[in-house]
């Protein structure tokens, strides 16, 4: 029968995955246009004052932007683009802007981190609140550096607007912060990976062996209320801190613990 068939004309060319890779990449790296920046305005129902806000960006170079009197570029066309993708909203090509649909990001090392702290601070501005579970924050620590101090100050700041709360286990190895509420719950009933709900996104902190840090963020609204569900029930079930530790230096690992007798 093979010998008898007649051969099918080739399918077209597909596009490759390091092709769409750098489409993106283009994508990424064009200018925002004036239209999408007051689009993306138009469906936040976000004044230019909010823009400003979300951006760090001057009212008056939000406005010459919203008017085409200025265009974007370089550090100012991400700082709009990340915080309008923070608020669930895509640019694309060649003028539009849209919600985005439910997806997967996935931030490693170093880099990967930092830019998943900016996505954190960004949705939080929303108003929704932030909570995590950390049974440990050993390897994390280790990997974020010095840029735990930047976001720290940047949470200090905007702590009357984002509702933070936390849950710390016995391994838990965590400085406390006045911007964020923590309880202490047993490792018994916490499991051991550590994950984020923030706005309508799911993240959980990975750390394979011999490997950089993995966060996979699932943005989905059902699945964060699902999330938060489970970590409210969990919070429930917790004990505040001893208020000695509501101080920015306190160390997670000087709560009150029964001490060890000495043998003499």
Known sequence: MWDKAMPLHAPPATQTHNERKKKIMRDKQSSITAAQIRGACALLDWSQEDLAQATKLSVATIRKLEQGNISPRGKTNQLIR???????????????????????????????????????????????????????????????????????????????????????TESSDVKVYEYCSYRFLSSHYVDCVPFYVYGDKYAIVSFPPDTHIKIIVVESRAAANAFRKQFYSMWDKATPLHPSLNKPTANVRAIDRPKKKRVK
């Open 82 to 168: 990340d915080a309008v993708e923070s608020a669930r909203l895509e640019f694309i090509e060649p003028q539009g802007v849209r919600l985005r649909p439910d997806g997967v990001d996935i931030y490693e090392g170093e880099s990967g981190v930092q830019r998943f702290f900016d996505d954190v601070y960004h949705t939080g501005l929303n108003g929704e609140e932030i909570v995590q579970v950390w049974p440990t924050y050993h390897h994390f620590n280790r990997v974020i550096g010095e840029y735990r101090a930047k976001h720290v100050e940047r949470m200090r700041q905007v702590k009357d607007q984002i509702k933070v709360s936390c849950i710390l």
